[in-house]
Nanobody, 124 residues
Framework: QVQLVESGGELVQAGISLRLSCVAS????????MGWFRQAPGKEREFAAA????????FYADSLKGRFTISRDNAKNTVYLQMDSLKPEDTATYYC?????????????????WGQGTQVTVSS
């Protein structure tokens, strides 16, 4: 059974940093591209970042470049999302997702497995 379990979300003040983690089980993690998506209240789920299976290539939503960093540790079956200089508009539920290929990374429908999400709330 495949499981993706996110953690690290919390209520924080604007301007600080936060790191989310996602631990995977039930898949050969090192062969999967991993992505982070987020969904704010009343809005559609949107792509945040993705990283290829070997960690050599990373991709970001244009609006998040320079503030968010995705990384992975294949020995720990874990993908991370470092979020710096958080803003109130970053408030959302953050989801990690897994897929085998690396095309159309922003397309959520191409991801096979999803976690339950972790809530990040940024106060002004």
């Amino acid at each position: 059974q495949v499981q993706l379990v996110e953690s690290g979300g919390e209520l924080v003040q604007a301007g600080i940093s936060l790191r989310l983690s996602c631990v995977a089980s039930g898949i050969t993690f090192s062969t999967y591209t991993m992505g982070w998506f987020r969904q704010a209240p009343g809005k559609e789920r949107e792509f945040a970042a993705a990283i290829t299976w070997n960690g050599r290539n990373t991709f970001y939503a244009d609006s998040l470049k320079g503030r968010f960093t995705i990384s992975r540790d294949n020995a720990k079956n874990t993908v991370y999302l470092q979020m710096d200089s958080l803003k109130p508009e970053d408030t959302a539920t953050y989801y990690c997702a897994a897929r085998r290929s690396s095309s159309y990374l922003q397309d959520s429908t191409r991801y096979a497995y999803w976690g339950q999400g972790t809530q990040v709330t940024v106060s002004s």
